[in-house]
């Protein structure tokens, strides 16, 4: 199975930018779509972004839409979510995850849609 680590967390002001970065091994990375989640306490895990295993198809939560971008390079095993104008809302920990068996172009927004996620990485906004 696949083992992922997210990094990159931090805190930041309101209206700037960070990059939180995904790590994956033990698997065969482009067979498996990428995605980002994140929850706050109290919350259920919230789908932020995915991407398909091909063909470079996104998707994202209305909430992000515009702010966020997913990418991935298949050759580092590295998945990655670029945020830019950050609310305080965005507070939350962010979690990476990798979903296995799906169609090329397929991009899974459902919590129970991936296998395999890592630890989660803190990102605090301030106001």
């Known amino acids: 199975q696949v083992q992922l680590v997210e990094s990159g967390g931090g805190l930041v002001q309101a209206g700037g930018s960070l990059r939180l970065s995904c790590a994956a091994s033990?698997?065969?990375?482009?067979?498996?779509?990428m995605g980002w989640f994140r929850q706050t306490p109290g919350k259920e895990r919230e789908f932020i972004a995915g991407?398909?295993?091909?063909?470079?198809?996104?998707s994202y939560a209305d909430s992000v839409k515009g702010r966020f971008t997913i990418s991935r390079a298949n050759a580092r095993n590295t998945a990655s979510l670029e945020m830019n104008s950050l609310k305080f809302e965005d507070t939350a920990v962010y979690f990476c995850?990798?979903?296995?068996?799906?169609?090329?172009?397929?991009?899974?927004?459902?919590?129970?849609?991936?296998?395999?996620w890592g630890q989660g990485t803190q990102v605090t906004v301030s106001s």
């Open positions: 991407i398909s295993r091909n063909f470079g198809r996104t």
């Open positions: 995850a990798a979903a296995r068996s799906l169609a090329p172009s397929s991009v899974p927004r459902g919590l129970v849609d991936y296998d395999y």
């Open positions: 033990g698997g065969t990375f482009s067979r498996y779509a």
